[in-house]
């Protein structure tokens, strides 16, 4: 699930940064064709701002959730090592407790 999740993410911010170059790329040639009014230029920096911002809250969360799959996986790695060491100890005490053929 966090492996999905994660994918998932990384897909978002993909799309997030080639949505943020494309709308540089917008506002450099919208300045090229015509002069921008402030109004213009102000809400085309407050939009890139706006992307910019959710592009490195994807980023964390991003981080975030490799970080959570790199700690989960260290913990299966730790519980296998116990289960694996449990059963040993159970089939060794199982062949201490078998009634003997005298029985």
């Given at each position: 699930?966090?492996?999905?999740?994660?994918?998932?993410?990384?897909?978002?911010?993909?799309?997030?940064?080639?949505?943020?170059?494309?709308?540089?790329?917008?506002?450099?040639?919208?300045?090229?064709?015509?002069?921008?009014?402030?109004?213009?230029?102000?809400?085309?920096?407050?939009?890139?701002?706006?992307?910019?911002?959710?592009?490195?809250?994807?980023?964390?969360?991003?981080?975030?959730?490799?970080?959570m799959?790199?700690?989960?996986?260290?913990e299966l790695?730790?519980?296998?090592?116990?289960?694996?060491?449990?059963?040993?100890?159970?089939?060794?005490?199982?062949?201490?407790?078998?009634?003997?053929?005298?029985?």
């Amino acid at each position: 699930v966090v492996s999905t999740q994660s994918t998932g993410l990384e897909k978002q911010l993909e799309r997030w940064r080639k949505s943020e170059e494309e709308r540089k790329i917008l506002a450099d040639s919208n300045c090229e064709e015509k002069t921008l009014t402030q109004q213009e230029h102000e809400d085309l920096l407050t939009e890139l701002r706006k992307v910019s911002e959710e592009r490195e809250s994807l980023e964390v969360q991003v981080k975030q959730e490799v970080g959570m799959r790199e700690r989960l996986q260290e913990e299966l790695k730790d519980d296998k090592y116990l289960l694996q060491n449990t059963l040993r100890e159970l089939e060794d005490c199982l062949l201490y407790t078998s009634p003997s053929p005298r029985d």
